[in-house]
Protein backbone atom coordinates (compact mmCIF):
# COMPACT_ATOMS: atom_id res chain seq x y z
CA UNK A 1 0.00 0.00 0.00
CA UNK A 2 1.57 3.22 -0.76
CA UNK A 3 1.96 6.17 1.95
CA UNK A 4 -1.40 8.17 0.00
CA UNK A 5 -3.32 5.38 -0.16
CA UNK A 6 -2.14 4.29 3.69
CA UNK A 7 -2.51 7.74 4.48
CA UNK A 8 -6.61 7.71 3.92
CA UNK A 9 -7.05 4.97 5.82
CA UNK A 10 -4.94 6.53 9.10
CA UNK A 11 -6.67 9.82 9.25
CA UNK A 12 -6.43 10.69 12.98
CA UNK A 13 -9.39 12.83 14.18
CA UNK A 14 -7.58 15.11 17.08
CA UNK A 15 -10.40 16.51 18.36
CA UNK A 16 -13.50 13.40 18.42
CA UNK A 17 -11.11 10.69 19.91
CA UNK A 18 -7.69 8.75 19.74
CA UNK A 19 -9.30 5.63 17.07
CA UNK A 20 -8.23 5.33 14.15
CA UNK A 21 -11.03 4.84 11.69
CA UNK A 22 -10.76 4.18 8.17
CA UNK A 23 -11.82 7.37 6.39
CA UNK A 24 -14.20 6.38 2.50
CA UNK A 25 -13.45 8.41 -0.27
CA UNK A 26 -16.68 8.00 -1.07
CA UNK A 27 -17.92 10.05 2.16
CA UNK A 28 -15.56 13.12 1.49
CA UNK A 29 -17.66 16.13 0.40
CA UNK A 30 -15.20 18.20 -0.32
CA UNK A 31 -13.43 16.99 -3.32
CA UNK A 32 -10.40 19.65 -3.72
CA UNK A 33 -6.83 19.01 -1.77
CA UNK A 34 -4.51 22.05 -1.60
CA UNK A 35 -1.29 20.74 -1.22
CA UNK A 36 1.59 22.89 0.47
CA UNK A 37 5.03 21.32 0.54
CA UNK A 38 7.71 21.60 2.83
CA UNK A 39 11.04 23.51 3.55
CA UNK A 40 12.80 23.98 0.04
CA UNK A 41 10.59 22.07 -2.28
CA UNK A 42 7.65 22.84 -4.28
CA UNK A 43 4.90 22.19 -6.19
CA UNK A 44 6.66 19.67 -8.44
CA UNK A 45 7.54 17.50 -5.23
CA UNK A 46 4.10 16.20 -5.30
CA UNK A 47 3.90 15.00 -8.51
CA UNK A 48 3.14 11.46 -7.90
CA UNK A 49 0.58 12.28 -5.08
CA UNK A 50 -1.15 14.59 -8.17
CA UNK A 51 -1.79 11.59 -10.24
CA UNK A 52 -2.98 9.07 -7.14
CA UNK A 53 -5.38 12.09 -6.48
CA UNK A 54 -6.80 12.70 -9.99
CA UNK A 55 -7.09 9.14 -10.39
CA UNK A 56 -9.58 8.79 -7.37
CA UNK A 57 -11.65 11.28 -8.93
CA UNK A 58 -10.42 14.16 -6.14
CA UNK A 59 -8.81 17.75 -7.55
CA UNK A 60 -5.69 18.25 -6.22
CA UNK A 61 -4.15 21.73 -6.30
CA UNK A 62 -0.66 21.58 -5.90
CA UNK A 63 0.83 25.67 -5.06
CA UNK A 64 4.55 27.23 -4.49
CA UNK A 65 5.00 29.15 -1.38
CA UNK A 66 7.03 32.69 -1.99
CA UNK A 67 10.77 31.90 -2.77
CA UNK A 68 9.37 28.31 -3.92
CA UNK A 69 9.67 25.90 -6.72
CA UNK A 70 9.10 28.42 -10.02
CA UNK A 71 8.52 31.50 -8.00
CA UNK A 72 11.62 33.48 -8.09
CA UNK A 73 11.23 35.61 -5.23
CA UNK A 74 14.55 36.13 -3.78
CA UNK A 75 14.32 34.43 -0.72
CA UNK A 76 16.86 36.18 1.60
CA UNK A 77 13.67 39.07 0.99
CA UNK A 78 10.93 36.44 2.70
CA UNK A 79 11.08 37.31 6.25
CA UNK A 80 7.85 36.55 7.82
CA UNK A 81 4.87 33.56 7.75
CA UNK A 82 3.02 35.81 6.10
CA UNK A 83 5.39 36.54 2.95
CA UNK A 84 6.00 32.86 2.88
CA UNK A 85 1.93 32.19 2.86
CA UNK A 86 0.86 34.52 0.57
CA UNK A 87 0.59 32.25 -2.43
CA UNK A 88 -1.69 30.11 0.12
CA UNK A 89 -3.87 33.19 1.28
CA UNK A 90 -4.28 34.40 -2.09
CA UNK A 91 -5.40 31.46 -3.32
CA UNK A 92 -7.94 30.89 -0.59
CA UNK A 93 -9.36 34.46 -0.70
CA UNK A 94 -10.07 33.70 -4.61
CA UNK A 95 -12.35 30.77 -3.51
CA UNK A 96 -15.74 31.15 -3.92
CA UNK A 97 -17.63 31.99 -1.15
CA UNK A 98 -19.28 28.86 -1.04
CA UNK A 99 -16.45 26.68 -1.78
CA UNK A 100 -13.91 24.98 0.91
CA UNK A 101 -11.13 22.90 0.63
CA UNK A 102 -9.44 20.43 2.27
CA UNK A 103 -5.49 21.74 3.24
CA UNK A 104 -2.68 19.02 3.04
CA UNK A 105 0.92 20.44 4.31
CA UNK A 106 3.76 18.16 4.82
CA UNK A 107 6.99 19.11 7.00
CA UNK A 108 7.44 22.77 7.48
CA UNK A 109 4.10 23.51 5.34
CA UNK A 110 2.72 22.54 8.09
CA UNK A 111 2.78 26.02 10.05
CA UNK A 112 1.78 27.62 6.52
CA UNK A 113 -1.81 25.53 6.96
CA UNK A 114 -2.00 26.62 10.92
CA UNK A 115 -1.44 30.20 9.67
CA UNK A 116 -4.01 29.88 7.36
CA UNK A 117 -6.04 28.31 9.66
CA UNK A 118 -6.07 31.25 11.70
CA UNK A 119 -6.66 33.52 9.09
CA UNK A 120 -9.62 31.89 7.03
CA UNK A 121 -10.94 29.25 8.77
CA UNK A 122 -14.53 29.44 6.69
CA UNK A 123 -12.80 28.48 3.73
CA UNK A 124 -10.78 25.60 5.04
CA UNK A 125 -12.91 21.61 5.60
CA UNK A 126 -10.02 19.90 6.82
CA UNK A 127 -7.00 20.17 7.81
CA UNK A 128 -4.28 17.56 7.83
CA UNK A 129 -0.82 17.37 8.59
CA UNK A 130 1.21 15.10 7.23
CA UNK A 131 4.85 14.36 8.77
CA UNK A 132 4.19 18.30 9.34
CA UNK A 133 4.82 21.14 11.72
CA UNK A 134 1.82 21.40 14.07
CA UNK A 135 3.07 24.06 16.86
CA UNK A 136 0.82 25.95 19.41
CA UNK A 137 0.69 29.49 20.36
CA UNK A 138 3.74 31.33 20.97
CA UNK A 139 5.80 28.57 19.37
CA UNK A 140 8.49 28.89 16.69
CA UNK A 141 8.01 26.89 13.75
CA UNK A 142 12.08 26.82 13.82
CA UNK A 143 11.43 24.59 17.42
CA UNK A 144 9.55 21.86 16.02
CA UNK A 145 11.42 22.03 12.52
CA UNK A 146 14.86 21.53 13.96
CA UNK A 147 13.30 18.61 16.24
CA UNK A 148 12.30 16.90 13.12
CA UNK A 149 15.29 17.24 11.19
CA UNK A 150 17.31 15.96 14.25
CA UNK A 151 20.22 17.57 12.80
CA UNK A 152 21.98 20.38 15.07
CA UNK A 153 24.90 20.81 12.39
CA UNK A 154 22.53 22.14 10.02
CA UNK A 155 22.07 25.01 11.87
CA UNK A 156 25.36 25.55 14.08
CA UNK A 157 27.61 28.88 13.24
CA UNK A 158 30.37 26.90 11.47
CA UNK A 159 27.58 24.93 8.62
CA UNK A 160 28.29 25.01 5.23
CA UNK A 161 24.29 25.02 4.64
CA UNK A 162 23.55 28.39 6.06
CA UNK A 163 23.34 31.59 3.84
CA UNK A 164 24.06 34.99 5.27
CA UNK A 165 22.24 37.25 2.54
CA UNK A 166 22.52 40.65 4.96
CA UNK A 167 26.20 39.51 5.89
CA UNK A 168 28.28 37.32 8.50
CA UNK A 169 27.65 39.99 11.07
CA UNK A 170 24.50 39.32 10.33
CA UNK A 171 21.99 36.38 11.05
CA UNK A 172 20.89 34.13 8.52
CA UNK A 173 18.66 33.93 6.20
CA UNK A 174 18.09 30.61 4.98
CA UNK A 175 19.76 27.88 4.31
CA UNK A 176 20.18 24.80 1.53
CA UNK A 177 19.96 20.85 1.79
CA UNK A 178 23.37 18.85 0.61
CA UNK A 179 22.64 15.72 -1.02
CA UNK A 180 23.73 13.58 1.60
CA UNK A 181 21.00 15.20 3.92
CA UNK A 182 18.49 14.97 1.49
CA UNK A 183 18.85 11.85 0.54
CA UNK A 184 19.05 10.41 4.73
CA UNK A 185 16.12 13.02 5.49
CA UNK A 186 13.86 12.68 2.78
CA UNK A 187 14.58 10.11 0.43
CA UNK A 188 16.17 7.29 2.13
CA UNK A 189 13.54 5.17 0.87
CA UNK A 190 13.38 6.61 -2.71
CA UNK A 191 14.98 5.43 -6.08
CA UNK A 192 18.54 8.09 -7.32
CA UNK A 193 16.22 10.15 -9.77
CA UNK A 194 14.21 10.82 -7.26
CA UNK A 195 16.98 12.60 -5.55
CA UNK A 196 18.05 14.13 -8.68
CA UNK A 197 14.84 15.84 -9.19
CA UNK A 198 15.25 17.13 -5.73
CA UNK A 199 18.74 18.14 -6.03
CA UNK A 200 18.29 20.64 -9.31
CA UNK A 201 14.11 21.57 -8.28
CA UNK A 202 15.43 22.48 -4.57
CA UNK A 203 15.14 26.23 -3.78
CA UNK A 204 17.28 27.66 -0.54
CA UNK A 205 14.90 27.87 3.06
CA UNK A 206 13.91 31.62 3.96
CA UNK A 207 14.20 30.98 8.03
CA UNK A 208 12.72 34.41 8.99
CA UNK A 209 9.35 32.57 8.72
CA UNK A 210 10.56 29.36 10.62
CA UNK A 211 11.68 32.21 13.06
CA UNK A 212 8.64 33.80 14.03
CA UNK A 213 6.01 32.58 17.11
CA UNK A 214 2.73 32.19 15.52
CA UNK A 215 -0.30 33.66 16.83
CA UNK A 216 -2.99 30.93 17.28
CA UNK A 217 -6.51 32.06 18.74
CA UNK A 218 -9.40 29.59 19.37
CA UNK A 219 -10.30 29.71 15.49
CA UNK A 220 -7.04 27.15 14.70
CA UNK A 221 -7.98 24.24 15.78
CA UNK A 222 -12.05 24.62 15.92
CA UNK A 223 -12.30 22.71 12.60
CA UNK A 224 -11.38 18.71 11.51
CA UNK A 225 -7.54 18.24 12.29
CA UNK A 226 -5.88 15.39 11.21
CA UNK A 227 -2.68 14.00 11.63
CA UNK A 228 -0.62 11.87 9.57
CA UNK A 229 2.51 10.23 11.05
CA UNK A 230 4.55 7.22 8.35
CA UNK A 231 5.85 4.57 9.71
CA UNK A 232 9.10 6.03 8.91
CA UNK A 233 9.55 9.24 9.31
CA UNK A 234 11.59 9.99 6.76
CA UNK A 235 9.31 8.99 4.14
CA UNK A 236 8.00 11.95 2.49
CA UNK A 237 4.65 12.12 0.88
CA UNK A 238 4.74 11.10 -2.37
CA UNK A 239 8.27 9.50 -2.92
Not at 121 to 145: H, L
Not at 198 to 227: F, N, T
Request: hydrophobic content about 40%; proline content about 6%.
Amino acid sequence: MTTLKRSFVYLKQLRCNSDLSPVSLENIKTKKFVLVHGEGFGAWCWYKSIALLEESGLVPVALDLTGSGIDLTDTNTVTTLADYSKPLIDYLQKLPDDEKVILIGHSSGGACISYALELLPEKISKAVYVCATMVSNGQKPFDAFAQELGSEELFSPESKSLIYGNGRDKPPTGFVFEKQHMHGLYFNQSPSKDVALAMVSMRPVPLGPMMEALSLSDKYGAGWLGLIMSFDPLIMLGF
